[in-house]
T-cell receptor
């Protein structure tokens, strides 16, 4: 049973475009939502994270939007660059520190 | 961010042998580390939670006698794949708990069992 649903599975944008990745969850015990970026053959790297009492958070070109009532959150990559081409995972954490990952989104930014 | 290393980065072994993978937190102490497995084009699957000085907690379906975990110090956890078989070939990734919720991941270890 996938507790964090992530969509789309893949997307392609032109350089400068804004890829948007969406995640939804059911477990209301989740109280911390990180996003990870993974390049092929590498481990995931923490990008940005948000708590449910915040509706939006920006770090550089990465923005998380959070809708607590809908139990949904999304990642926007502003002014995307070819170097942003990677797989992005949303995740959620409840008590116990365990990360529950979404299925991942492969993003390709074309020059 | 905090730095986590893994060694080796890739290993090839013969079926039936055991392989040990090390995970180190380089610039912080981690009482809790996690081990994941990742198949191509798939998400990370949590295998076990490793706590310093105590027995690891394994996720449902993970054989604890096959995947031995030792967390002997606050900066080192090891995963030993015992009697490895081709189906154990995978990308193994560790992470270390830096704060209450934040995990930093290692670069991963590619295991190929022939």
């Amino acid at each position: 049973q996938q507790q964090v649903k992530q969509s789309p599975q893949s997307l392609i944008v032109q350089k400068g475009g804004i890829p948007i990745i969406n995640c939804a969850y059911e477990n209301t015990a989740f109280d911390y939502f990180p996003w990870y970026q993974q390049f092929p053959g590498k481990g995931p790297a923490l990008l940005i994270a948000i708590r449910p009492d915040v509706s939006e958070k920006k770090e550089g070109r990465f923005t998380i939007s959070f809708n607590k009532s809908a139990k949904q959150f999304s990642l926007h990559i502003m002014d995307s660059q070819p170097g942003d081409s990677a797989t992005y995972f949303c995740a959620a954490v409840a008590a116990g520190n365990k990360l529950t990952f979404g299925g991942g989104t492969r993003v390709l930014v074309k020059p | 961010g905090a730095v986590v290393s893994q060694h080796p980065s890739r290993v090839i072994c013969k079926s039936g042998t055991s392989v040990k993978i090390e995970c180190r937190s380089l610039d912080f102490q981690a009482t809790t580390m996690f081990w994941y497995r990742q198949f191509p084009k798939q998400s990370l699957m949590l295998m076990a939670t490793s706590n310093e000085g105590s027995k690891a907690t394994y996720e449902q379906g993970v054989e604890k006698d096959k995947f031995l975990i030792n967390h002997a110090s606050l900066t080192l956890s090891t995963l030993t794949v015992t009697s490895a078989h081709p189906e154990d070939s995978s990308f193994y990734i560790c992470s270390a708990l830096w704060s209450k919720e934040t995990q930093y991941f290692g670069p991963g270890t590619r295991l190929l069992v022939l």
